[in-house]
């Protein structure tokens, strides 16, 4: 299914090699250590390379470590690569779709999935200059490549080379963490971090898990043809409005995604003289007497994460942690006092954007004033399906288990002009109201461009801007953006306000 391994299991090719000098250049020389840092960051994933970046720019002296590629996952495994995926997915269904819907063409020659992965890899080539080792140094930072490990509560060692520093940040990350299903190590699987060098569809494609992540690809890859089946013990999109996983779900189903949900599956098991096929045996609810089969060229695992901090050795520096990862408070500070952490190694949301938010918190804390917390970040999310589905601060159930009073609005994009004109009503905004005020709390958006459209929610909850201000702002038409302005519309007509008393007033008066 995929072309040989090169260098740190990519396929050895020309956007590969392009990558690779950018982000893990064979011919890097580490600098000779600083007598002592200000801050020696570990890990250049996005936490790590936002800390570097940031701490440089005001002066500080920097050592960054990274015994992988720099880019992290958001560049090599991640964001990039699975976005640019998802986009030629939607490409793909255009084509399909667009006959029924727009009279268009209903097909314009067969599809190339071989060159899908090749723009993937081209256009994470690109990229990978932005995260280049070369680049950092140019900033003021000194980097360092290779493994990086605690030697006391003020010093890291790289190759031999001692690091002493006055602050750290453990900025490390996570990886795919497989479950422990019988049978699936040994007939082989996909994770994030090796799907992207497929360069042939699978047929059928088994995918474990449907969160965000499985439920992408699983619809990325249905639509580029391959006969796709998600398992997951659980229910779709579990952090998610119930009913923005439905339309998911149904999405999903319409591009011909096989969904079981509250499957167990017992073993994995190769089948075929080469065992290249893998036969899933699952059983639904428990019931054994119900088992039932899925015949599989490949299974991609996209549920479980584990922290990177095995090799860290934490314990010489005094930092504590467990299996979700490195311990931190609130300001992001360890159990030691000079070393914080950030990003998907400590934090419960696995997010680009928040290892990003959660790097300027440990730079103005360790270097600066250190009253930042990450309590006060407005975090929003989104999965990128067909419809995307959006989502930032309390949800329903959060706000009753917080004890929260609130008044919801929900507003339908069947409403919305340009949805209707674009083919694309399928979806509502949600939002959750501090009772009693216009102050927004929560919200969920579906739409096809949902992570764009929140962004005017997450200004307002972030900035304290009610749905009084929302109602009076002009918005161009015919925009899909408009669903907030005709949410706060729709709250405001069903308020009784002074002003509406007094219009009703002034109603009477020109009845005389």
Known sequence: MSSNSGSFGLPTDERNLRLLDNVRPASWVNPEPQSRYHLVVIGAGTAGLVCAAEAAAIGARVALV?????????????CVPSKSVVRAARAWNAVTMG???????????????????????????????????????????????????????????????????????????????????????????????TLFNLTELPRRLAVIGAGPVGCELA?????????????????????????????????????????ELGAKIVEVAPRGRDGRDKVIRFDRGGIATQAEEFVANEILVAVGRKPNIEALRLEAAGVTYNAQGVTVDDRLRTSNPKIFAAGDVCSAYQLTHN???????????????????????????????????????????????????????????????????????????????????????????????????????????????????IAGTVLPYPTQGEVLKKAA????????????????????????
């Open 66 to 78: 990274e015994r992988h590629l720099m880019g992290g996952d958001r560049l090599n495994v991640g």
């Open 219 to 259: 619809q990325a890859f249905a639509r580029f043809g391959a006969h796709v089946a998600l398992f997951d013990s659980g229910t779709l999109l579990p952090l998610d409005d119930p009913d923005a996983a439905a339309i998911v779900q149904a999405s999903l189903e319409s591009d011909g995604v096989r969904i």
């Open 355 to 469: 290892s990003a938010a959660q790097a300027r918190i440990v730079v103005a804390n360790a270097l600066l004033s250190g009253g930042a917390r990450s309590s006060r970040l407005v975090m929003p999310w989104c999965t990128y399906t067909s419809p995307e589905v959006a989502h930032v601060g309390l949800d329903e159930r959060e706000a009753r288990a917080r004890g929260v009073a609130i008044e919801t609005v929900t507003t339908n994009l069947a409403d919305i002009d340009r949805a209707v004109l674009d083919g694309e009503e399928q979806g509502f905004l949600r939002l959750h109201l501090k009772k009693g005020t216009d102050r927004i709390l929560g919200a969920t958006l579906v739409a096809a461009h949902a992570g764009d459209l929140i962004a005017g929610v997450c200004i307002a909850i972030a900035q304290g801007i009610g749905l009084e201000k």
């Open 99 to 193: 006959k029924s819907s727009f009279a268009a063409a209903g097909s314009i020659g067969t599809g190339d999935f071989a060159e899908v992965m090749g723009r993937t890899r081209e256009l994470r080539a690109r990229l990978s200059a932005k995260d280049s080792a070369s680049r950092y140094r140019d900033l003021g930072v000194d980097v360092f490549v290779g493994d990086g490990h605690f030697v006391g509560p003020d010093a890291v060692e790289v190759g031999g080379q001692r690091l002493s520093f006055r602050n750290a940040v453990i900025a490390t990350g996570g990886r795919a963490a497989p479950p422990p299903i019988p049978g699936l190590a040994g007939a082989g699987y996909l994770t994030n971090e």
């Open 489 to 512: 519309e729709d709250w405001q007509s069903a308020r009784v306000t002074p002003f509406k008393r007094r219009l009703r007033r002034l109603r009477l008066w020109f009845r005389k």
